[in-house]
Nanobody, 123 residues
């Protein structure tokens, strides 16, 4: 099991940028794939981006490709999400998630979740 703590959310105008961070508490960070999932009010959870356990594979939702960049720092056990060209439809609670080994874009297959951080984009 991995403890995850997100930070970096906030409010920004459309076209702006935010960087989310996630601190992972585990001695086996290098064996976990990491990702970001978001949930907007009244909508289902959506897989946003993920990076596999050795950073050899990265996947993005079509809705964020070209605007968001996921990265991880193995030395610090950190995960990041750089969000540029933000749109009002990006408004949601963003969760850091983790799962052992394989990266899978199905949100139902991620057992470890952080508490979430709110991102609000105004038009």
């Amino acid at each position: 099991q991995v403890q995850l703590v997100e930070s970096g959310g906030g409010s920004v105008q459309a076209g702006g940028s935010l960087r989310l961070s996630c601190a992972a508490s585990t001695r086996t960070y290098t064996t976990y794939s990491m990702g970001w999932v978001r949930q907007a009010p009244g909508k289902e959870r959506e897989f946003v981006a993920g990076v596999n356990y050795n950073a050899g594979l990265i996947e993005y939702a079509d809705s964020v490709k070209g605007r968001f960049t996921i990265s991880r720092d193995f030395a610090k056990s950190m995960l990041y999400l750089q969000m540029n060209s933000l749109k009002p439809e990006d408004t949601a609670v963003y969760y850091c998630v983790a799962r052992a080994r394989a990266l899978l874009p199905d949100v139902r297959l991620w057992p470890d979740w952080g508490q979430g951080t709110q991102v609000t984009v105004s038009s």
